[in-house]
């Protein structure tokens, strides 16, 4: 009784999973079918490894240059942010001084205030600075990643508290402390941050929808949404589309999902 | 660096610095330095806009033409504007709709993927996936899987004898398919959080009620639930939260139009309608302002039952 339990359970399972993954294999087998296999009844499950379709539609539009501003804008967010992480976080660990609740409950407040509400007036700052439609509008306003430095603090707190006055008796400095010792013992913690603001990058949408407007600046998914308004019943087209903007993710994913993982099961832990 | 090197360095310094004044001076200065470029960004883009966003609403500003202060006009077009009233009843039948079936989903999903066992782990890893890619990317399969003739979805339907759905193309039916989307997009998260505060619990207080003779079913209602409320208060939460911030779901599955019908125009799609398709930033402002509102609200509402209901250890 116990092994039939075992068997259908991992059975129920692994049908959830691949079912989990069926509206991008959908897309997958769309894209690479023979245009007679798209509309049929019942719907194609196996690709035609067709990939006329593909090269079509990556020739049809700007694909490399939306990847190439996506990760331009992904590389200059992470650099900004992983600097201003380190530095933020390293204070509020390793500096005492006056104030440091407010600074806390300043940072706190951030996550009360929902992003939405920040479109517009930081639109119309961008306006002031005649920023509209640049990629660097795209990137500095997340040059703080309140993530980051939740993630890096609470990190920080488990290192023992020894080093820091070995170093200090050493006549270690605290920016020296920084650099030799915080940023070695933090490489994969900021590893994890930079991923995130990577994917998030690469998945962000109403921000660049509303900041850009030319196909110069604008990144791999404001692109496919553009296409999918203008040529909603291009599907093929689309699909294939869709696998440009979706399979350097799952890349992505398979290739890090351990530090992945860990930064989605630990990020329950700032707003908790 | 020597030993005693280290020790004469180490009283230089506290002989030089005999009063905590000046040590403690310099280093409140250097945490000003290391803190001044996240508050520059957070002052930027997050507080000054925070407030600005709120002025703007009481304002008739234009980019690039006039701005003149325009009272309570904007509030009170927003609330004698049909429109807006839907949008905002839409979010809500969307949170309620998503908060329920996210939490009885990710409990069962975790319930059924705990176990170290490889199997179980990369089925994990498949339902966390699609919390890593785009939406519209994946708005794309998945309008395909609604289509109402080549759908793999009415496939099924037909197969087992009911009758095919409009899907997107019904206003009765375009809300639940946006919510099961979303639900594929975001519930690795919810189970992987609830996984890894399973994964925390005593392992005593399990084996006890497995010793007594407490089946799984048992212990999953009677103690790992009760024990791991908190997460599912914080699920509860952020499920909330997200959902009246709905946008990318529904923009990329109505094709940016919030129809059919407007049965799929939530708030926060109306207000970029509005200041980004027709140019009513004020207009807009004020209504993201009662959108910012009523989600203060409701967590605060959210918090207020689930600490009721919360087991804290």
Redesign the interface.
């Known amino acids: 009784m116990r092994t039939i339990g075992h068997v259908l359970r991992a059975a129920l399972a692994l049908a959830l999973g691949l079912a989990f993954l069926l509206p991008i294999y959908i897309s997958f087998v769309t894209s690479l079918d023979r245009p007679q296999d798209v509309f049929v009844y019942p719907p194609h499950l196996v690709p035609d490894w067709n990939f006329s379709v593909w090269v079509q539609t990556w020739r049809g539009n700007t694909w490399m240059l939306a990847i190439l501003n996506t990760v331009v804008i992904a590389l200059a967010t992470i650099a900004i942010a992983l600097t201003t992480t380190v530095l933020c976080a390293y204070a509020l660990v390793y500096i005492p001084f006056r104030g440091k609740a407010v600074v806390w409950t300043a940072l706190l407040a951030v996550l009360m205030i929902p992003e939405q509400a920040l479109l517009i007036p930081n639109f119309v700052t961008m306006a002031k600075l005649h920023l509209v439609d640049t990629r660097i509008a795209q990137i500095i306003p997340y040059g703080a990643s309140i993530f980051g430095v939740f993630l890096l603090r609470q990190h920080l707190l488990t290192l023992p508290r020894e080093y820091h006055d070995a170093a200090k008796i050493d006549g270690c400095g605290h920016l020296a402390f920084l650099w030799r010792i915080v940023l070695p013992l933090s490489r994969p913690i900021l590893f994890t941050v930079a991923l995130y603001i990577f994917i998030g990058c690469w998945n962000s949408l109403i921000w660049p929808l509303m900041v850009t407007s030319s196909p110069r600046v604008q990144p791999i998914e404001v692109l496919l949404s553009t296409f999918l308004t203008q040529d909603s019943s291009n599907w093929q087209g689309l699909s294939a589309a869709a696998m440009f903007a979706t399979l350097p993710m799952i890349a992505l994913f398979v290739l890090f999902r351990k530090p992945i993982l860990r930064g989605l099961s630990k990020s329950s832990g700032i707003n908790g | 660096?020597s030993v005693t090197d280290?020790f004469l360095?180490?009283t230089a310094?506290t002989v030089a610095e005999p009063s905590p004044g000046p040590s403690r001076l310099r280093?409140?200065l250097?945490?000003?330095c290391?803190?001044a470029?996240?508050?520059?960004?957070?002052v930027?883009?997050?507080?000054?806009?925070?407030v600005?966003?709120f002025a703007?609403a009481f304002l008739n500003?234009h980019?690039?033409g006039t701005t003149a202060y325009a009272g309570l006009s904007n509030f009170h077009a927003a609330l004698s504007d049909p429109l807006f009233w839907r949008s905002m009843a839409n979010t809500g039948l969307y949170a309620l709709m998503m908060v329920p079936s996210t939490l009885v989903l990710s409990v069962a999903?975790a319930a059924?993927?705990q176990s170290n066992?490889r199997?179980?782990r990369?089925?994990q890893?498949?339902?966390?996936?699609?919390?890593?890619?785009?939406?519209?990317?994946?708005?794309?399969?998945?309008?395909?899987?609604y289509n109402p003739?080549?759908?793999?979805l009415n496939?099924l339907l037909r197969?087992v004898g009911l009758r095919p759905i409009g899907w997107l193309n019904s206003p009765h039916w375009a809300m639940p398919a946006v919510v099961l989307y979303s639900l594929?997009h975001g519930i690795?998260?919810d189970v992987?959080?609830l996984?890894?505060?399973m994964s925390q619990l005593p392992e005593g207080v399990l084996e006890s009620a497995r010793v007594d003779g407490a089946g799984p079913w048992t212990r999953l209602f009677r103690i790992t639930l009760p024990l791991i409320s908190?997460?599912l208060f914080?699920i509860a939460?952020?499920t909330t939260?997200g959902s009246l911030?709905a946008?990318?779901q529904v923009?990329?599955l109505s094709?940016?139009s919030g129809g059919p019908e407007n049965a799929t125009l939530t708030a926060?799609l109306y207000?970029?309608q509005q200041?980004?398709t027709n140019g009513q930033?004020s207009y807009?402002?004020a209504m993201?302002?009662m959108?910012?509102v009523c989600?203060?609200a409701v967590t605060a509402l959210t918090r207020w039952i689930g600490h009721r209901l919360t087991f804290y250890q």
């Open positions: 660096m280290a360095r180490w310094q280093e409140g250097l945490a000003a290391l803190l470029p996240v508050f520059l960004f957070l930027a883009f997050v507080y000054a806009p925070a600005l966003a703007l500003f980019p690039g999903l059924l993927l066992r199997l179980f990369f089925t890893s498949l339902v966390v996936l699609p919390y890593v890619t785009p939406a519209v990317g994946t708005a794309i399969g998945w309008l395909w899987m003739n080549f759908g793999i496939a197969d594929w690795g998260f992987l959080i996984l890894s505060a908190p997460t914080f939460v952020m939260i911030q946008f990318a923009y990329a094709l940016s926060l207000i970029y200041a980004f930033f807009a402002a993201a302002a959108l910012v989600i203060f």
